[in-house]
């Protein structure tokens, strides 16, 4: 016992003395000598920590309610209980028909800037569903998935440039089909590499394809780029480099049976989340997903009893792609402004955090992580005004608090890798994931 | 210009940058021999090295003034502890009780390390580009010996230099000590090796501890040669780094170095035929293209799937 207490001590220290310079000392660049000195900047550790705080709050809840729920049994009980069992089996198999019409009433008692927000949700829902086929359902790690996500934005984007009154609607359906096949070539080598590796090239694909469009750009007028290939390709796909691209109004979410623009963006996307989520479980529940789970546990052992791994490999990571193309549509036929910064490897990075969040291999989970990763923090950025506005609470919640809440969208990040690990560490199936999909995590 | 003098422009360029590539993949190279995972968190280890040296130089130009060599020297001595403190913690923290898990388990749990630490640096240091005090480098970056028409810096001298000699230096450790018969061993195989009392634990935690020393080195020459620091400088050279380690085959120390070369010289290539924004691009297309015509790399070997 002590010597565990020894440990802990001895590794705060550790990480103390690790980030002691970072956190509590500041750089002073002294300009005229170009040499550089440090100022001691306590104010700046502690402002860190401060702006922190709530996240330790809600931290120390979380693990209250783990400790609670380990003496009490709770969850046990609850699992055993065979009114709720029912009651959950009917809930995931009938929880469509009950949630449609809520949710897509909810376009006429929201506001407009709900909506947008609403509608931003729905877009990472689908991108964390289709991430989740290939993560979750097959095991497969993709960690370029914003790539896909950018082919379909800048599809739609370069389509309608090329072809006037290019809408949105006949953009879908054409970029599911041309991202499954983006998808299946890409894979069609690729799938044959092992685990890691292919993380690696994925990434490596959506990283060239976020040069490529960085690059392509016809007006940039001191480029250096000295080849005539790439010059005359630039002028066909002119992609406006960094600047990015400014949708017409044809092409984007117009007025549409009465609906402003913003609520029939809202509307349409859960349509297209529906039918995805419909999609994929009908899939997940067939003997597609079982040959996908089979992959995942142990492929070698698929591959003995006759799954046709790698067909089976193709289709989820093409169906995967397809998803996240339809999703950069409907992105860009939201906000009519398409950059290279939507490919950019931290947005893998938080589709990827929110799948694991969830749980992997769990639709409903991926739903529930985008919802919890993405709202929150905007959530918390609305809460100082909330908290103004209402007297008893500005009366009890410090200024500080109030300030920490603001610059807490800062910290997104930060937060999305801790996750990451934490949940790798002492959860790998994710919120709403399986004892099964534990075991699997767990073993090689 | 000549085109003579070009031609040895861009194969001194292109050597030097493979020189830095090489420091930063043996460590990715080494700990996938050891472990056999990819340790995605080692580009912010190497970031980590580059800002750690100037935060020492400025506190040594405070302590006791603008001593070139001396703080420069003692600045790479601290850039390597809190390097390698990084990597030994980010191995005892992440990654040692996955080292059973399925081979997603690590791997997210680095991604999570690797976006945990950028953001740490963005937050607490600068959002901001950072530039590295000329002071210090001015002599070795604008002074050097001509070679063949072509002005090659001291600075390009010691990155090649200094590489080679810890590339010497590293084979000699693997090959011909106690320490690298147990870190070979280690590699071959963990329960094997601990049940002939080697202290598996440990070498795990040193390859970490030695592969972050050398990034931490190409991290401050890195940051001299290019004059800036940024908290997401890690991720790209990193993964250029790794696309040596490929290339040569990982889990294969002279392979990494020759991948690294490979690259550096392609990237320089690059640079003076398309442009230096096309440098990425080739780098990925190159990385997809080994990975697909010949994934286990140029020496590597060939790996059968453990059932």
Redesign the interface.
Known sequence: MTSRWRAYLL?IL??A???F???W?Q????FN??????AWAPL??LQ?FIDLSPVFAIAFLIWLGVQLNRRMGWSTALAANPTWQSAARRWTHYWAWGTMPIVLSCVFFFSASSLSLFTTVGIYMLLALGLNIT?GMT?L?V?GYAGFYGFGAYFFALAQQNLPYFPWWMAAPLAFFLGGGAGYLLGL??L??????L???T???A??FR??M??LSNDDTD?????PF?QELAHIFDTGGDKGIILSDHSTFGRMAGLTGGQVSYVITALVLFLAVFLVQRLYHSPVGRAWMAIREN???AAAVGVPVVQMKLLAFSLSAAIAAVAGVLYGAKDGFVSPDICA?QQS?MV??MV?LGG?GNSYGALLGAALLYLVPEYLKLMPSIIGGNPVLSAIVPGFVRDSLQHLS??R??L??????LM??YR?QGLLGSRRRKT????? | MSSGSTLTEIVINGISRGAVYALIALGYTMVYGVLG??NFAHGEVFMIGM??C??????F??AWG?HVALNLGLGIVVAMI?SA??GY?NE???YR??R??????????A????????????????KEK??F????S?WLTSHGIHFAGVQVTYLQLAILGLSLVIMGALYFLINHTRLGIALRATAQDQLMASLVGIPVDKIIAFTFILGSGLAAIAGVMVAMNNNVLVFDAG?RVG?KA??AA?LGGIGNIPGAVLGAMILGLTEAMTTW??????D??TT??M??LV??LR?RGLLGERVA?K?
């Not at chain 2, 059973?100 to 749990?109: E, M």
């Open positions: 590794g550790g990480i003395a690790l980030t310079p970072f956190l000392l750089l002073v660049p002294d000598r170009d040499t550089i000195g440090v700046h550790g860190f993560v095991g790690l960690l080598p690729c044959r590499l092992r685990g890691d590796y993380a690696i090239v990434l490596g694909f990283e060239a040069e490529l960085r690059n480029s250096s780029t000295r080849s790439l492929e070698v052992a490897f990075i990827l955090a694991i992997l800062d910290y990040l930060l999305f890798g801790g996750v990451m690990v790798m560490l790998p699997e995590m767990l073993h090689k | 995972m990819i800002f750690a100037v935060y020492a130089m400025g506190v130009s405070v603008d809190f403190g990084y913690a005892r923290i992440a009780r996955l059973k898990a399925h081979v997603l388990a690590p791997l997210t749990s991604i999570g390390i690797s976006t945990f630490l950028q953001y740490f640096i963005f937050l607490t240091v600068s950072v530039n005090p000329r002071y210090y001015d991720y993964l790794f696309t490929i035929g398309f442009g230096s924004q096309w990425d691009v990925f297309a990385l997809m990975l697909l994934p799937d059932v």
